[in-house]
């Protein structure tokens, strides 16, 4: 996985995007700003441009390297005006606090500010998102339950959220794609779904294409589109009792459709598979994951092992 703020935490890399900064800049202009050697800088650009950091564009015969885009830019620019941090500097217990008040305002610019601390002092994006995004959210529930929120300024919260998150993942890109594709959704009456967005997140930027279906999925088309992706992992979010029945039926219909040609594994989580993993791996899932965490240290890890020997078998045959 790529993190801008770690790329810049290499000398070298940090001055060339330093010169970016004023502009787009070839090889040679480089070479001679930072006084680096061309191989060695060539070397740089071309691991920065193939993490999208960077891109080239061609003018006549010369190349030219400008930072890749305006969330990029931002980034760089704040590392070079804002004084460097620690992960010891920052508390995510506090900046979660923080993050929740001004998510309840739809305060976004705050929200990205706090985001960006966490992200320059190099805190990994599982602590961000377990530790920062989650109990963030739990407190605007904890709010809204005793009426100190009301539900506008709930969805607000949520609606940022969602906006960091794909913020988040404007600035993170995959380290090496292996093309297995995740299909993950929510059922009918199931409208839940930024614990489903952190691990379609986590997914793609450990190299899986992933199709992002959302919230109230009609179980037709859901099924429809297992058919036409023919992903090796279906994973559906389930938060509230409102939304369990729908969910057991679509996991029925999940399992009933899957054959030999398509067999994919099928993953649950969410709030309410928490309270009661049984009645939905007994509804047809093949595992339920309590967090992102679980996710990523338990289960992913079984899965990506079990692919990559699936796709030896099949290519040696
Ligand atoms: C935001 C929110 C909403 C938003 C959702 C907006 C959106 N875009 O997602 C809105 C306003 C739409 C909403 C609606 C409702 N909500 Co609501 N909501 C919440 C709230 C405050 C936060 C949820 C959240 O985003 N948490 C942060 C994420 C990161 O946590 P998470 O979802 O648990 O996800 C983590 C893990 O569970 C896991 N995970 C999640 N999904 C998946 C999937 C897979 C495959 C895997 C592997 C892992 C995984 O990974 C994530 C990261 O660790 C919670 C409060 C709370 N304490 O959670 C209530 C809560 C979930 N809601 C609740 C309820 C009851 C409702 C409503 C029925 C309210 C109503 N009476 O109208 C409705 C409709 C729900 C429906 N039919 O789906 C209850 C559910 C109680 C229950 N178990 O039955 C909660 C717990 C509040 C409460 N204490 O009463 N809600």
């Known amino acids: 996985m790529i993190n801008v703020y770690e790329e810049l935490g290499d000398t070298s890399r940090r001055q060339i995007l330093a010169e970016l900064r004023a502009g787009h800049r070839n090889v040679s202009e480089i070479c001679e700003a930072t006084d680096l050697k061309q191989p060695n800088v060539s070397n740089h650009l071309a691991r920065m441009r193939a993490r999208g950091i960077v891109r080239a564009t061609k003018s006549g015969r010369q190349v030219y390297y400008s930072l ?37 305002q739809g305060d976004e610019q705050t929200c990205s500010e706090i985001m960006d601390a966490a992200f320059r002092a190099q805190v990994s994006l599982i602590e961000i998102y377990e530790d920062l995004l989650a109990p963030a959210m739990t407190m605007v529930g904890n709010w809204w339950k005793v009426e100190a929120i009301d539900e506008a300024q709930e969805h607000m919260a949520s609606a940022v959220t969602e906006r960091m998150l794909a913020r988040t993942s404007q ?50 088309s859901f099924i429809t589109t297992v058919r036409n992706h023919r992903p090796t992992l279906v994973l559906l979010s389930c938060a509230a009792e409102e939304s369990a029945a729908d969910t057991e039926a679509l996991l029925k219909e999940l399992v009933r459709v899957r054959d030999r040609r398509q067999p994919y594994t099928i993953g649950v989580g969410g709030a309410m598979v928490n309270q009661d993993p049984a009645r939905f791996l007994s509804a047809g899932a093949d595992f339920a994951a309590k967090d992102l965490r679980s996710f990523a240290t338990e289960h992913l890890p079984n899965m990506d092992a079990r692919s990559a020997e699936q796709e030896n078998a099949a290519s040696r045959n």
């Open 68 to 104: 890749a885009t305006p969330e990029i830019e931002a980034i760089v620019n704040s590392v070079f005006t804002q004084p460097e941090l620690r992960a010891a500097d920052v508390h995510l217990g506090e900046l979660a606090k923080e993050y929740a008040r001004a998510a309840v």
């Open 171 to 220: 600035i993170m890109g995959p380290m090496r794609r292996h093309g297995r594709v995740a299909l993950l959704g929510c059922a009918p009456n199931s409208w839940h779904v930024i614990g489903l967005r952190m691990i379609g997140d986590y997914l793609r930027l450990h190299g899986w294409r992933t199709l992002f279906l959302g919230a109230n999925v009609p179980v037709k």
